[in-house]
């Protein structure tokens, strides 16, 4: 059977990879060549140029021809090759682009299944009664700061006029007050009686007088 059929590869099958990397090797041996032509054609070219017209010269035209050819002929084949490599190219940039989409596609999957099982524990109910339940005690703290913080000595209803009128008077009656500190009582004065002459003498100027 193998002799008929043949016997199974164990080659490795060639992948996109190395297939463009084959075929680059090949448009990179066409250049050389091709740089080859384009020298030779420079020669006859160059002798062409110096040469009168004659059996020779009609000569080395015939082989300009013949090189001429070549090139174009190597030039298709550089063409078809650089067109499969951009192709292979395009189509291992899709494959690329296909695998990065299926690996988003798997990664989409496993989030919404995890999304679904930890959402799928949440009670709704529970939390909006929690969220009442918030509110409510908050309204109660807030009824609890105000009656804390109310006042029993000071009436709401205060009138202002009666206010600046009993903080005038209150001014008046510090002002009163300074004015007494200030001045001497009457019997704290040595009054010089009208029939003496001169005051009395301070006790410092008698034990001088004595002496």
Do not use: H
Not at 29 to 57: C, F, H
């Amino acid at each position: 059977m193998n002799r008929l059929f043949g016997a199974k590869s164990s080659a490795p099958k060639p992948n996109l990879n190395s297939a463009i990397a084959n075929v680059d090797e090949r448009v990179s041996s066409i250049d050389v060549k091709l740089a080859a032509i384009n020298a030779e054609l420079t020669g006859y070219q160059t002798k062409l140029a110096k040469m009168r017209d004659g059996p020779g010269k009609t000569a080395i035209k015939q082989k300009a021809l013949k090189v001429l050819q070549r090139r174009k002929m190597y030039e298709g084949q550089r063409d078809q090759l650089q067109q499969q490599s951009w192709n292979m190219e395009q189509a291992g940039m899709m494959q690329d682009n296909l695998k990065n989409v299926m690996t988003t596609v798997d990664a989409m999957k496993q989030t919404n299944k995890s999304l679904k099982q930890q959402y799928g524990k949440i009670n709704i109910d529970k939390i909006e009664r929690m969220q009442d339940e918030m509110a409510d005690l908050m309204d109660i703290g807030n009824d609890i700061q105000e009656s804390i913080s109310r006042s029993y000595d000071i009436p709401e209803d205060v009138d202002e006029a009666e206010l600046d009128a009993e903080l005038e008077a209150l001014g008046e009656e510090i002002e009163f007050e300074n004015m007494g500190a200030e001045s001497t009582p009457s019997f704290m004065v040595d009054e010089v009686p009208q029939f003496i002459d001169e005051p009395p003498q301070k006790t410092d100027q008698v034990k001088e007088a004595a002496g």
